[in-house]
């Protein structure tokens, strides 16, 4: 069966501070993979989403950056930390092909404070 | 920028009752999906309905998509704690776009 892992679950950074989240997804070859920000009371907010390797796609221009180095690994980084980079971050996977109409199965989520 | 409007926003009911949360568009949508999170979770797939008019069950859950594929509704028949969480419904326009998600509507069941 398929798993996704993500970590770490709770993580606390100073402002100015490098990010670095990683997604690894198991049991599935070739998955659609994405990075969401789910801040209280705004829904799940699209990141980044990647279709194979090295291929990565930004929804929302910001701080963060996201590559994609394996097949099942996802990663997203930032070389300075915002205030604003505060909130839970999920990362999911659907089945390769077509973006739309898949089901996507999420990660437990991370927890990022900025201080 | 199409958006996903869902309602209520907040939903406190006592065990056994009935609800209905709502999920509503001015766009088309291809499919559209229905998610419960729980704190500190990521959200799990309950339903994926594709066909206008199309009402999906599941135990205790209905859930129905519009004729016109624009909105949709989740019915909890005899809700119970264990429903306690946040609903997110999530729509997609076709094959290459990606999920919208609405901002959820978060339920609390009282024992």
């Known amino acids: 069966s398929q798993t996704i892992h993500q970590w770490p679950a709770t993580l606390v950074q100073p402002v100015g501070s490098p990010l670095s989240l990683e997604c690894t997804v198991e049991g599935t070859s070739n998955p659609n993979l994405y990075w969401y920000r789910q801040a209280a009371g705004r829904g799940l907010q699209l990141l980044f989403y990647s279709v194979g390797i090295g291929q990565i796609s930004s929804e929302v221009p910001q701080n963060l950056s996201a590559s994609r180095p394996q097949d099942r690994q996802f990663i997203l980084s930032s070389k300075k930390l915002l205030l604003s980079d505060s909130g839970f971050y999920l990362c999911?996977?659907?089945?390769?092909?077509?973006?739309?109409?898949?089901?996507?199965?999420f990660g437990d989520g991370t927890r990022l404070s900025i201080l | 920028t199409q958006l996903l409007e869902q309602s209520p926003q907040f939903l406190s009911i006592q065990e056994g009752e009935n609800l209905t949360v709502y999920c509503n568009s001015s766009?088309?949508?291809?499919?559209l999906q229905w998610y419960r999170q729980e704190p500190g979770e990521g959200p799990v797939l309950l339903v994926t309905v594709v066909t206008g008019g199309e009402v999906k069950k599941l135990k205790r859950l209905t859930f129905q998509f519009g004729d016109a594929r624009k909105d949709s509704s989740l019915h909890i028949t005899a809700a119970q704690p264990g429903d306690t969480g946040l609903y997110l419904c999530a729509g997609a326009h076709g094959s290459q776009g990606n999920l919208i998600f609405g901002k959820g509507t978060k339920l609390s069941v009282k024992p």
């Open positions: 999911a996977w659907s089945g390769g092909g077509g973006i739309g109409n898949q089901p996507q199965h």
């Open positions: 766009s088309v949508f291809s499919s």
